[in-house]
């Protein structure tokens, strides 16, 4: 007698198919993280060596002009102080970047004086 | 399924195969649902942590240290996770069978539902009868396959359904346990 297995299909999920196939959809869409689609390869692939240069050029304007105040006027020296800040500079370096230069190397050199 | 088939399962998954994500819940989700309805004794709730468990199965499957036997570390995180259900539905408050490990009475139950039937039945065994019960005559495994999942011997899964099954018909069939 207890050979005979218990008849447990009332309490079996799969005795609605529809029902369970939601189920495991549900905990596929959940547990696996969504693929990458291929055109997102394709368009990070393209912009990738554009974008790493960008940034690299971003971080050597940056540190130089960073570094343009520490060699400006001594402190103290009031009178040239205003007619400084716009030659020199973040401010003078953001007008050089938007007006551009003939010699980018000599104005640079200026900046830094 | 083989070994190999399993640990093939894996690294598709872990590849990123939908497909093979698929074959692996519906591979896994008899057995997490059989431990969870033997833990929290709630058929709905028990789906719901099957779900669950799978869930953070998929999401760790990276940590599985050896692909090639999923079973036992499926099993420790179903039966995980229902008992956390449990806690969560205790400090709610709210009226669940909080007596899960421990064999109870079985209550009467309503006339005409054979499922709340056979909860109530279900109610009478331990926890680890319950289990191996559900996972050979619900979801229809070897005993061989349920050793391996529940970390028992071969022996001892036979013993606990025999025992079950026993305990099972006096509940649900008593005239004819008594014969």
Redesign the interface.
């Known amino acids: 007698m207890t050979d005979h297995p218990i008849d447990f299909s009332p309490l079996d999920p799969r005795r609605d198919p529809d029902r369970f196939d939601g189920m495991i959809r549900h905990v596929v869409a959940r547990g696996l993280p969504p693929p990458v689609s291929p055109l997102t390869w394709s368009l990070a692939r393209l912009f990738a060596p554009g974008f790493a240069t960008a940034l690299v050029l971003a971080l050597v304007f940056g540190v130089l002009a960073a570094r343009v105040p520490a060699a400006g006027p001594a402190p103290g020296d009031g009178a040239g102080t205003a007619a400084t800040a716009t030659s020199t500079g973040p401010f003078a370096f953001a007008t050089w970047a938007a007006t551009g230069g003939d010699d980018p190397w000599s104005d640079l050199d200026m900046l830094r004086r | 399924m083989s070994q190999d088939d399993d640990r093939d399962l894996v690294r598709r998954?872990l590849d990123?195969d939908?497909r093979a994500?698929?074959a692996f819940?519906?591979r896994w989700?008899?057995p997490c649902?059989a431990v969870a309805?033997a833990v929290v004794r709630h058929?709905q709730d028990a789906?719901d942590v099957?779900?669950e468990s799978?869930?953070?199965?998929?999401?760790r499957l990276d940590q599985l240290a050896d692909p090639g036997t999923p079973g036992p570390w499926i099993h420790a995180i179903a039966r995980n996770t229902a008992l956390s259900h449990l806690a969560r539905a205790r400090r709610r408050g709210r009226s669940v069978d909080l007596d899960a490990v421990t064999p109870i009475p079985a209550p009467a139950a309503p006339d005409g539902d054979?499922?709340a039937r056979?909860?109530h039945a279900l109610g009478v065994l331990k926890e680890h009868e319950r289990a191996v019960?559900?996972l050979?005559?619900?979801d229809g495994l070897p005993h061989a396959e349920i050793a391996t999942f529940l970390g028992v011997t071969e022996t001892n899964s036979r013993q606990l359904l025999?025992v079950a099954?026993?305990k099972?018909?006096a509940v649900?069939q008593p005239e004819?346990?008594m014969s």
């Open positions: 998954i990123g939908a994500a698929d819940a519906r989700f008899g649902y309805l058929p789906q099957a779900q799978l869930i953070k199965a998929l999401r054979e499922g056979l909860v019960v559900l050979h005559d619900l025999f099954r026993k099972l018909r649900l004819e346990a």
